[in-house]
């Protein structure tokens, strides 16, 4: 089913649009309301639209200017921004959804007891994916150090990433050896992705060649990979990269300043729960 079209309404601030890659089939499903989204843009049906977020508040006065995110998404979604605030924002007190995402046999790094944990569902072959773990990955961790818990959930978008749900496997079977998270940064740094490249990452890395290949050849964590992809439709994402921070939804490759605003608020306790 293709993404839903645009649609009107009531401008809201402050206003994200998501740069993120689109899923072009994905299956009927529950939905997910996101956090931060553009209100021209919005992916996920109107359904649970209406059960919505909360807005962050900003400072009374303070002109921001637009935050330019840069690139638009294969499905147009433009380039995202972040609205100038108001000099009268205030933080809505709507009800806020939070999604309890399982992490079991999901790899994680940072502390298990860190009061922030971020899930990222993504894609090792969607251009927005790899922008968001270049540019925002290590300076969000940076920023927050010991206090973020990262868990990676795989959704390869095949019918546009051909070579994605192989990389997610073959990331898998290198967990195996314990360098899960060596060989998931040579994946986002990869200009191609492919049974050559998985080999010789694994070479670079030392692996044993012989359990590493045959991992890879037996399709061992196929439906492993295919569990996550199932449990991002059934949850309603439509889009690489979304996250969760908290059980809260942001959507698409947002820029280190609106991570840092949701989990700022997140630990002095202004998100509801």
Request: with cysteine; glycine share 6%.
């Amino acid at each position: 089913m293709p993404v839903m079209p645009p649609r009107k309404k009531q401008p809201m601030e402050p206003a994200i649009e998501p740069t993120m890659e689109p899923v072009i089939q994905p299956q009927e499903s529950p939905e997910v309301t996101p956090l931060l989204m553009q209100e021209d843009t919005l992916t996920f049906k109107r359904s649970h639209f209406y059960a919505v977020v909360t807005v962050l508040a900003f400072a009374a006065g303070v002109l921001l200017g637009y935050v330019v995110w840069g690139g638009s998404s294969p499905a147009g979604a433009g380039t995202a921004q972040t609205v100038n605030p108001s000099s009268n924002a205030v933080a809505a007190q709507a009800e806020v959804k939070r999604y309890d995402i399982p992490t079991d046999n999901a790899y994680a790094i940072g502390p298990a007891d860190a009061p922030i944990t971020i899930i990222e569902f993504s894609d090792y072959q969607c251009p927005f994916c790899r922008r968001w773990h270049d540019e925002v990955y290590e300076p969000l961790l940076a920023a927050y150090p010991g206090k973020i818990r990262l868990v990676y959930r795989n959704f390869p978008l095949t019918s546009i990433h051909p070579d994605a749900q192989s990389a997610a496997e073959a990331a898998m079977c290198a967990g195996e050896q314990d360098v899960y998270w060596p060989f998931h940064e040579k994946l986002f740094s990869s200009e191609s992705l492919g049974s050559s490249t998985y080999l010789q990452y694994a070479r670079d890395l030392g692996l044993n060649m012989t359990s590493f290949e045959a991992c890879l050849s037996d399709r061992k964590y196929q439906q492993a990979v295919q569990t996550d992809s199932d449990f991002a439709i059934n949850l309603g994402i439509r889009s690489t990269p979304t996250f969760f921070i908290n059980g809260l939804a942001v959507v698409g490759a947002q820029p280190l300043d609106v991570f840092k605003q949701v989990i700022d608020k997140e630990l002095s306790g202004d998100i509801p729960n």
